[in-house]
C-alpha cells in the first residue's frame, strides 16, 4: 500500500511486521482515508461498488457496461489498473462458477500469479458477465476489454471512464476516488472477512 510515486528512501521504514500488521489493520480494515505526508488514500467499498453496478446495470451502451464487469473484475481480483486493462482473453479461464485470472505482470513474483474469482448470486457477479463479453469478443490472443468503435481500453481511457461515473455517484469522497480504490477497497474487504494477511 505503498504510495509507487514516492521515492524509496522517502519512504519510513517500519522496525517490525508487526508494526506493518497494526497499521494494514487499524487504517485498512475501518475502511477509512489513510494519511502518509499529507498523501490522501480513499478506498470504494464494496457496499458502494453495489451502488454504482445497480445505478448502470440498466445501461444500454456498450463501453458502460464493459466498465461495469472491469470494475467487477478489478475489486474481487484485487488487481492494480493497469493489470486488468492488459489482460487477455486467454488471461481468463472461465471453469463452471469459477474465473481463474492470470496476471502477467504481478510485482510480487518473477511468475505469473493466478487470482480466482467466485460466481455470486447477486449483482456483483462478475463470472457471468465475463463469459458474455468472451462470447462475443472480437479479438483472439488480445485484450478482451474492447470499446464500441472497436479498440482496446488503454489505461487513461479506463481511467477517465471510471472518474466520469464515479462523478454522478452521491456517497462521500466519490470524486477523488480513482481504479486503485477498488483494489483498496477489496484489500479491506478481505480484511474484514478475516483473510490471512499474509496473503494480502
Excluded at 463501453?63 to 493497469?82: A, C, E, H, T, W
Excluded at 513474483?109 to 462470447?135: G, N, Q, W, Y
Aim: include cysteine; hydrophobic fraction near 45%; glycine fraction near 2%.
Amino acid at each position: 500500500m505503498v504510495n509507487r510515486y514516492r521515492r524509496l528512501e522517502r519512504v519510513k521504514p517500519y522496525d517490525t511486521q508487526d508494526a506493518q500488521y497494526k497499521l494494514l489493520v487499524r487504517g485498512i480494515a475501518n475502511v477509512k482515508c489513510l494519511e502518509w505526508d499529507n498523501t490522501e488514500f480513499n478506498v470504494l467499498s464494496i457496499d458502494q461498488l453495489r451502488q454504482c453496478c445497480r445505478a448502470i446495470q440498466t445501461s444500454k451502451l456498450w463501453d458502460v457496461q464493459i466498465l461495469r464487469v472491469m470494475m467487477l473484475v478489478q475489486f474481487f481480483g484485487i488487481l492494480r489498473p493497469s493489470e486488468l486493462v492488459s489482460l487477455t482473453v486467454d488471461d481468463l479461464v472461465l471453469d463452471g462458477d469459477r474465473l481463474f485470472i492470470r496476471v502477467l505482470t504481478s510485482k510480487n513474483a518473477v511468475h505469473p500469479s493466478f487470482v480466482t474469482i467466485d460466481k455470486r448470486d447477486d449483482e456483483l457477479d462478475a463470472v457471468v458477465l465475463v463469459r458474455a463479453i468472451k462470447s462475443v469478443s472480437k479479438w483472439h490472443h488480445k485484450r478482451i476489454w474492447w470499446r464500441l468503435d472497436g479498440e482496446a481500453w488503454s489505461y487513461s481511457f479506463y481511467v477517465r471512464s471510471f472518474k466520469k461515473m464515479m462523478s454522478t455517484m452521491e456517497f462521500p469522497h466519490a470524486h477523488v476516488l480513482t481504479p486503485y480504490s477498488l483494489r483498496r477497497g477489496a484489500v479491506s474487504y478481505l480484511v474484514q472477512r478475516a483473510f490471512p494477511t499474509r496473503l494480502l
